[in-house]
């Protein structure tokens, strides 16, 4: 396809119609720390494989986007010191002037669609952000799931949002939000945010039927799964709170704004829970990539019949 650039893999799992499901590239170069982020990748990816189906990491390298990731490719792109972080409005700019950076949920997204790939896991979608009735501050992650057919897992919005407002805004986007074997929208670290989910469906086979209906009625829209982080790994949600109020006035403080409020939000608390956090996040993407295969293998299942 003109203007992506496919990994051989991937290239081959869509020319043979085998599953594949993307996987954003942000994480490795703003949400883990170095060099971990290329050991959590790589293991992230066999979640994947071993799920059967394909990974495709999207990223932007010299200004191609790339559709899977070659070992050399994720090696430079988890140890570049100036990554950038990019969403649907810098994608033009990050293409036409050869710049490298990863991917954010939007810009995934937009790729994913562009490959082909309808199936998509990440860690948290970005929303809401607290305070936005000031200043305005709301993820492109929201108007791109009202906008581009791909099939999102995530383990709900990120815990630093305005949950209640995220959701509020899917809604009235026609977004459609399904709990995986849940009743309550789980809120990234924590397993529920005591806000019910609209919607809930029980196994990958029900989530990718009630997706096939929605394209076939031509819904454009993307679908968001809400997967809560395996129990064993969820953090209390009180003593979050408490660490996400202290990290939310430590930015206002230091005047941190932008593309940048994220990532120092979740360094400010993974010192606070002593990495805690950290091991959180990494199996709560784990979680959804395992989903997104499953997801990915039942709609291979329905074109197959």
């Known amino acids: 396809m003109t203007g992506l650039i496919f990994s051989e893999e991937v290239e081959s799992a869509l020319a043979e119609g085998r599953p594949v499901v993307a996987l954003e590239s942000t994480i490795l170069t703003h949400g883990l720390p170095?060099?971990?982020n290329l050991s959590i990748g790589r293991e992230i990816e066999a979640e994947i494989r071993s799920a059967g189906a394909v990974p495709a990491t999207i990223a932007v390298l010299d200004g191609t986007a790339r559709i899977g990731l070659s070992t050399p490719d994720m090696i430079r792109l988890c140890s570049a010191d100036e990554a950038v972080k990019l969403s649907r409005r810098d994608l033009g700019v990050a293409l036409s002037q050869g710049w490298s950076g990863g991917t954010t949920v939007a810009a995934t997204m937009i790729l994913a669609a562009k490959a082909g790939i309808e199936v998509f896991a990440t860690g948290g979608i970005g929303g809401v952000h607290r305070g936005a009735e000031l200043d305005f501050d709301i993820s492109a992650d929201l108007d791109e799931l009202a906008r581009t057919p791909v099939l999102v897992i995530s383990a709900g919005a990120k815990s630093i949002l305005d949950l209640p407002k995220?959701?509020?805004?899917?809604?009235?986007?026609?977004?459609?939000?399904?709990?995986?074997?849940?009743?309550?929208?789980?809120?990234f670290f924590c397993g529920?945010?005591?806000?019910?989910?609209?919607?809930?469906?029980?196994?990958?086979?029900?989530?990718a039927a009630a997706w096939r209906a929605g394209r076939d009625l031509?819904?454009?829209?993307?679908?968001?799964?809400?997967?809560p982080v395996p129990e064993e790994h969820a953090l209390d949600r009180a003593t979050m709170e408490r660490i996400i109020d202290d990290a939310l006035f430590e930015a206002k403080r230091t005047g941190t704004m932008g593309k940048q409020v994220t990532p120092y939000?979740?360094?400010?608390?993974?010192t606070a829970t002593g990495g805690a956090s950290l091991t959180t996040n990494i199996e709560l993407v784990r979680a959804n990539a395992r989903l997104g295969a499953g997801i990915a293998v039942a709609l291979r299942a329905l074109r197959q019949n």
């Open 34 to 36: 170095k060099p971990d």
């Open 265 to 270: 939000l979740l360094a400010q608390i993974r």
């Open 166 to 187: 995220t959701l509020e805004v899917l809604e009235t986007k026609g977004v459609p939000v399904i709990g995986y074997r849940t009743d309550e929208f789980p809120a």
């Open 192 to 207: 529920s945010s005591g806000l019910r989910v609209p919607l809930r469906l029980e196994n990958p086979e029900e989530i």
């Open 218 to 227: 031509g819904l454009e829209t993307g679908m968001l799964v809400a997967n």
